[in-house]
T-cell receptor
Framework: AQSVSQHNHHVILSEAASLELGCNYS??????LFWYVQYPGQHLQLLLK??????LVKGIKGFEAEFIKSKFSFNLRKPSVQWSDTVEYFC???????????FGKGTKLSVKP | EPEVTQTPSHQVTQMGQEVILRCVPI?????FYWYRQILGQKVEFLVS????????KSEIFDDQFSVERPDGSNFTLKIRSTKLEDSAMYFC????????????FGPGTRLTVL
C-alpha cells in the first residue's frame, strides 16, 4: 500500500538554525512528491513539488527538497529558519490514478526567537 | 490569486443528522477532491470527481457519503447520517487540467458531531 512517513512529530529550533524534515514514501509507480504547509485556520499551501528532472527542487520562502530515489526520500530543507516558519509541514505523494494525494502525519515546527 | 472556498467554516450537528459541506473550486479547474483530517491524524483522501462523476474513492467513502457538482460551480459533500467518528476537518481541493498541476486546497470545514 502507498504510504508516506514523516518521522518527526515536533521539531524545535532556534532562529537561524538549519532545518531538515524527513519524508519517506512507499509507492511503486512514478512518483510526484509535494510539501505543503498549513497555517492555523488556513488552507494547505504548496511549498514545492517534484515531478521529474533535477532532484533538487526549490520552493517558496527559501525552502528546498531533494528527491533521492534510492532512499525513497524527499526531505525538506531550509538553511536558516525564521520565527514565521512556525507551522505544520506535510509531505505528500501523488498516489492514485486520479491524482489524489497521500499525506504523511505532518511535522510541527516551532522556531524560538 | 484564485482560491478554493468552503462553507461553513464550522458545522456542529447531532449524530444521525445529514450534513452538506460546500466548496467552490477554482473556476477553470477540472478535477475535484475531498479529504478529511481527524484531529491529530493525517490528512486522508476521500474521493475524487472528474467529468461529473466519481473517479476514485477510498474505503472511508462508504454509502453514507455522496458528492455532487449541482450547478457547475459548487462541489458538495453530503454525509447522510453522521456518526461521532465523522468529526473531522474536511478539505476540498481542485486541480487544473492535468496531473502535473498543483492541487489547491480550501480552508476546510470543521465538522463536530455530538
Amino acid at each position: 500500500a502507498q504510504s508516506v512517513s514523516q518521522h518527526n512529530h515536533h521539531v524545535i529550533l532556534s532562529e537561524a538554525a538549519s532545518l531538515e524534515l524527513g519524508c519517506n514514501y512507499s509507492y511503486g509507480g512514478t512518483v510526484n512528491l509535494f510539501w505543503y504547509v498549513q497555517y492555523p485556520g488556513q488552507h494547505l499551501q504548496l511549498l514545492l513539488k517534484y515531478f521529474s528532472g533535477d532532484p533538487l527542487v526549490k520552493g517558496i520562502k527559501g525552502f528546498e527538497a531533494e528527491f533521492i530515489k534510492s532512499k525513497f526520500s524527499f526531505n525538506l530543507r531550509k538553511p536558516s529558519v525564521q520565527w514565521s516558519d512556525t507551522v505544520e509541514y506535510f509531505c505528500a505523494v501523488r498516489g492514485g490514478s486520479q491524482g489524489n494525494l497521500i499525506f504523511g502525519k505532518g511535522t510541527k515546527l516551532s522556531v524560538k526567537p | 490569486e484564485p482560491e478554493v472556498t468552503q462553507t461553513p467554516s464550522h458545522q456542529v450537528t447531532q449524530m444521525g443528522q445529514e450534513v452538506i459541506l460546500r466548496c467552490v473550486p477554482i473556476s477553470n479547474h477540472l478535477y475535484f477532491y475531498w479529504y478529511r483530517q481527524i484531529l491529530g491524524q493525517k490528512v486522508e483522501f476521500l474521493v475524487s470527481f472528474y467529468n461529473n462523476e466519481i473517479s476514485e474513492k477510498s474505503e472511508i467513502f462508504d454509502d453514507q457519503f455522496s458528492v455532487e457538482r449541482p450547478d457547475g460551480s459548487n462541489f458538495t459533500l453530503k454525509i447522510r447520517s453522521t456518526k461521532l467518528e465523522d468529526s473531522a476537518m474536511y478539505f476540498c481541493a481542485s486541480m487544473g487540467r492535468g496531473f502535473t498541476d498543483t492541487q489547491y486546497f480550501g480552508p476546510g470545514t470543521r465538522l463536530t458531531v455530538l
